[in-house]
């Protein structure tokens, strides 16, 4: 089976379509980790997708607190004017779903699932230390996060850690050959508002038979996205930032 694994899309549609155009026919599930809305213009369309096409769906934080779970006093100004936007003009069927979705630690087909981390689905895994203090949790062989939106991860042996970087940008996948005896923490990016400083859509496809994890970028409608931002009047930051990946 191979599983397309979708996180942080922050109802960014044309990342979304530019990721589904680009992985077309090499994929046999999708899943998503969170965060489906948030940030972006396109919260109705984005959780209407989400809905249809994704066999599995845990909550992120920004789904949390756009539903009405989530305390805002928490979030940054930005996040916070955002998420009011977004319960204000996102439809009452999909609010109501983005409110039921599961937290995580949840399991599929092999594999764990979280935003965050397997310890609080709000924790950021960011540093070797954050991984360290993580990977004794890890109920999976493989385990796949967001939350950061930093493409990568950890491999994690008996008392080490080693980082994954980022796809080049100057090429479009990476490879990871998984081995036995390894824990995995992997992140496929954000596809709709990478913060590792390559603009380009992230998204990441396991393919569990061959053993084998595809990180891939793709470019996307930049300037479309930042149109309908400056549009509704969210704050222009979340337009400007789309050109940098940060």
Not at 45 to 56: I, Q, S
Not at 69 to 90: G, H
Not at 172 to 188: K, W
Request: charged share 25%; proline share 5%.
């Amino acid at each position: 089976m191979r599983f397309l694994i979708l996180s942080d899309i922050h109802a960014n549609w044309e990342a979304l379509q530019a990721v589904m155009a680009h992985v077309q026919g090499k994929y046999d599930q999708i899943v998503c980790l969170g965060d489906v809305v948030g940030y972006g213009a396109d919260p109705d369309v984005v959780t209407e997708w989400v809905r249809e096409n994704a066999a599995n769906t845990i909550r992120g934080n920004h789904d949390k607190a756009c539903a009405g779970l989530e305390d805002l006093e928490w979030f940054n100004p930005i996040a916070r004017i955002s998420a009011v936007w977004t319960q204000q003009t996102t439809k009452a069927e999909n609010i109501s779903w983005l409110a039921k979705l599961p937290g995580g630690p949840a399991q599929c087909d092999g594999f764990q699932m979280v935003h965050g981390s397997p310890l609080d689905e709000d924790e950021y895994v960011i540093t070797d230390q954050d991984a360290r203090q993580t990977a004794p949790y890890l109920e999976s062989p493989i385990t796949f996060f967001g939350h950061t939106h930093l493409q990568g991860g950890f491999l994690c042996t008996r008392g080490s850690v080693r980082r994954l970087g980022q796809v080049d940008q100057d090429v479009g996948e990476a490879f990871l050959e998984l081995q036995p005896d390894i824990f995995y923490l992997l992140n496929p990016g954000s596809v709709g508002q990478p913060r590792d400083n390559d603009p380009r859509a992230a998204y990441a496809v396991y393919d569990d038979a061959a053993k084998i994890v595809v990180y891939a970028r793709v470019p996307y409608d930049i300037e479309g996205a930042q149109k309908k931002i400056r549009d509704a009047g969210l704050p222009e930051i979340l337009a400007r930032r789309l050109d940098f990946g940060n």
